[in-house]
């Protein structure tokens, strides 16, 4: 889970990846960090309803090219960006973890700590990058399960 950061720490970060600091690039990444979940755009929108949607669109485009955030599909099929590891770079990512959709919440869980097997496809597929989905329901849910008491 990506660890909390204050708004200083998020200058660094658009610093480093050589991104203007503006106010809704801070924003949007401050929302994004205190989540433990994937954010879609509509998410995002609907707590930022002042920024326009081209900008958020544009946002998220440049984070995900430059490794800072990743791309998942939750179980609607509507992206969804969740943080990324430090070791992603400009169009370079190393997502290969676990991602878990909950059917409860239909929230999109990154378990990070769960990585992909390497995987050896067959001859003449190339493939530019893998992900692994599980669905089911995520431990907010299940205790609310009824099916559990
Ligand atoms: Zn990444
Ligand atoms: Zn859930
Ligand atoms: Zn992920």
New binding site residues.
Partial sequence: MASVKNNYQFEDLLDKHQLKKTAPRLRVLSMMYSKNT?TSQPDLESVMNDIDRVTLYRILNVFEEKGII?K?FDLNGTANY?VCHSDCGANHHH?E?L?FNCTGCKNVY?L?ELTLPAITLPAGFRAEDFTLYASGLCPRCDKKNPARA
């Fill in positions: 994937a990743h998942v969740a997502d973890h991602h990154c990070n």
